[in-house]
């Protein structure tokens, strides 16, 4: 039986060791690694779950606080290995640091997307005022033509007055 369960550590340890050369150089594992269920030892479990880990990243199909949990309980654990645990704390922080460039990305995004519809919003201002100033010209100069035929008028009045007056 302990031969069975050896031969099968190191199947499991040859199929996480070739995951992992995968995930080191950014690239999806050909190996499904959620089929596999080590147990023992616990480095084993422990690699197994980073590999998961990274898998998700690589793949993008993850969320931070799953993420965070996962590497916590690994760094956390007190059968981890010392070179495992530190491995999960600097995944750890380089997640929480993932996660706060991603808030600040979509403030970005969002401080964008307002910025281009107060643009909008400006654009259409001016085209108004554009037209209010046009309009306003038109008024001006309507206004003026008035005031000329009103002056003409008054001339003519005051001459026909002067001329009934010399009659």
């Not at 993008?60 to 590497?71: R, S």
């Not at 645990?85 to 403030?107: I, N, Q, R, W």
């Amino acid at each position: 039986m302990v031969l069975f369960q050896g031969c099968a550590k190191d199947l499991l340890s040859t199929r996480i060791n070739a995951a992992e050369e995968k995930l080191a150089r950014g690239k999806a594992s050909d190996v499904n690694l959620k089929e596999m269920n080590p147990v023992l030892p616990p480095s084993l479990a422990a690699r197994h779950k980073l590999a998961l880990i990274m898998d998700s990243l690589v793949r993008g199909d993850f969320t931070y606080a799953a993420v965070k949990a996962e590497l916590l309980s690994i760094r956390d654990g007190a059968l981890t290995p010392g070179h495992l645990s530190v491995e999960a704390g600097y995944l750890l922080t380089l997640v929480e640091k993932m996660e706060k460039l991603d808030k600040g990305a979509s403030k970005a995004r969002e401080c964008a997307r307002e910025g281009e519809e107060l643009k909008k919003d400006l654009d259409q201002s001016r085209r108004e005022a554009e037209t209010l100033k046009k309009e306003n010209d038109e008024l001006k100069k309507e206004v003026e033509l008035q005031v000329f035929k009103l002056k003409k008028l008054e001339e003519i009045h005051i001459d026909s007055v002067k001329r009934r007056g010399k009659q």
